[in-house]
Structures are given as C-alpha cells and as structure tokens.
Antibody, heavy 122, light 107 residues
Framework: QEQLVQSGAEVKKPGASVKVSCKAS????????IHWLRHAPGQGLEWMGV????????VHAPEFQGRMTMTRDTSTSTVYMELSSLRSADTAVYYC???????????????WGQGTLVTVSS | DIQMTQSPSSLSASVGDRVTITCRAN??????LAWYQQKPGKAPKSLIFDATNLQSGVPSKFSGSGSGTAFTLTISSLQPEDFATYYC?????????FGQGTRLEIK
C-alpha cells in the first residue's frame, strides 16, 4: 500500500525551528516529486514547495524562500521539511503530498500524509 | 499568483440531493484543475484531476467539468459521508494555489 507517514505534533517557541519528516512506503521514493503544504486555522490550503527526491532539487513558494529547507534521505525513503524563525502565524497542520508526475513541478496530489500539527506559542 | 475563487463558500443540502460547486480562476489555466475533499482532522483526498478525470477509487457520483477559467464539481445523490469541505486547486502556473473551500453541510 502506497502511503506517506509524517512525524508527530510539535510545539515550538517563536524564533525556533521545526523539522517535519515524511516517510514514503509502498513505492520507490525517487519515483515522484514530494510537495509540502500547510493549512492554518481558518485559512485555506497553502502550497510551500517541492523536492525532487531523485536529485534533491527544490523549488520554494516565494514567501518561504530563505526560511524553509527541504531535504531527503533516500536510504530511509524519507523527506524532511525544516521551517525556521517560527512565528505564531506558522501555527498550522503541515502536509507532505505526492505528485504523480516528474514532468513539471506544478501538479495535483494523489496521495497525502496524515498531517503534522505545528503549534508556535510562547 | 493565480487567484482561485470558489462559490458558494458554504452550502446546505439533504441526503439524496445533487449539488454543484463552482471554481473560477482569474486567468486561464487550461484544464490544470483538481478537486479535493477534506473531512475534519483528515488530510485532503484527491477526487478529480485535469478538470474532468476521476481519481482511481473515487465513485462516479463525483464529476468535474470546465476549462480555461470556469470549473464545476458536481456530486450526485448525496450521502452522509459526502458532507465535507471541498477545495479546487490550479496547477497551471507557479505557485500552485487553492480556492478558499466550500463547506457542504447537511440540511
């Protein structure tokens, strides 16, 4: 069964960093791009960026450039998203999602992780 | 960025009803449009891609139409499990953007 499984909930203080993992199973990680999105309370879904697990290349949404790092470990079929300089507005559920294509970075998502709640509070 | 606008923002319907949700883009996106269903505390679930294609495993009661700037999601014969929030998403241009969501509630 193809699935993405994310790490557990996190509570962080303003200014700190958070690193969320997303482990792929049931298919080779390097086959498809993995995207990161978030859903803040009362807000819509927001696309953050994408990583090509095969070579490690990344593309970020403009608002996350310089503050978000996406990496991967092919030996464990896991991708990571680290967000730094956290503020209260970063409180959200963070999702990894698989794009069923490697032709272009813009894609829909056919499989999602279960979500990771990140709470930023002093 | 391409702005996606869904209407209505909320909708009340009864079991057995047929409902239609509209999504408009502020510029042409071809058929690069997806629809998702999200239930409370769960991740979004893919329903439709490329505007009209049903995701594998999704019942045929869900259908999508449209191209360019105007799209619709139709759900026929509503069942209790269909009451959720629905989102459209464009993947024509970087950055990927979503509509604000349509909450489908039981009347």
């Amino acid at each position: 069964q193809e699935q993405l499984v994310q790490s557990g909930a996190e509570v962080k203080k303003p200014g700190a960093s958070v690193k969320v993992s997303c482990k792929a199973s049931g298919y080779p990680l390097t086959t498809y791009y993995i995207h990161w999105l978030r859903h803040a309370p009362g807000q819509g879904l927001e696309w953050m960026g994408v990583i090509n697990p095969s070579g490690g290349a990344t593309v970020h949404a403009p608002e996350f450039q310089g503050r978000m790092t996406m990496t991967r470990d092919t030996s464990t079929s896991t991708v990571y998203m680290e967000l730094s300089s956290l503020r209260s507005a970063d409180t959200a559920v963070y999702y990894c999602a698989r794009a069923p294509t490697v032709v272009r970075i813009e894609s829909y998502f056919d499989s999602w992780g279960q979500g990771t709640l990140v709470t930023v509070s002093s | 960025d391409i702005q996606m606008t869904q209407s209505p923002s909320s909708l009340s319907a009864s079991v057995g009803d047929r409902v239609t949700i509209t999504c408009r883009a502020n510029q042409g996106i071809g058929n690069y449009l997806a629809w998702y269903q999200q239930k409370p505390g769960k991740a979004p679930k893919s329903l439709i891609f490329d505007a009209t294609n049903l995701q594998s495993g999704v019942p045929s009661k869900f259908s999508g139409s449209g191209s360019g700037t105007a799209f619709t999601l139709t759900i026929s014969s509503l069942q209790p499990e269909d009451f959720a929030t629905y989102y459209c998403q464009q993947y024509s241009n970087y950055p990927i953007t979503f509509g604000q969501g349509t909450r489908l509630e039981i009347k």
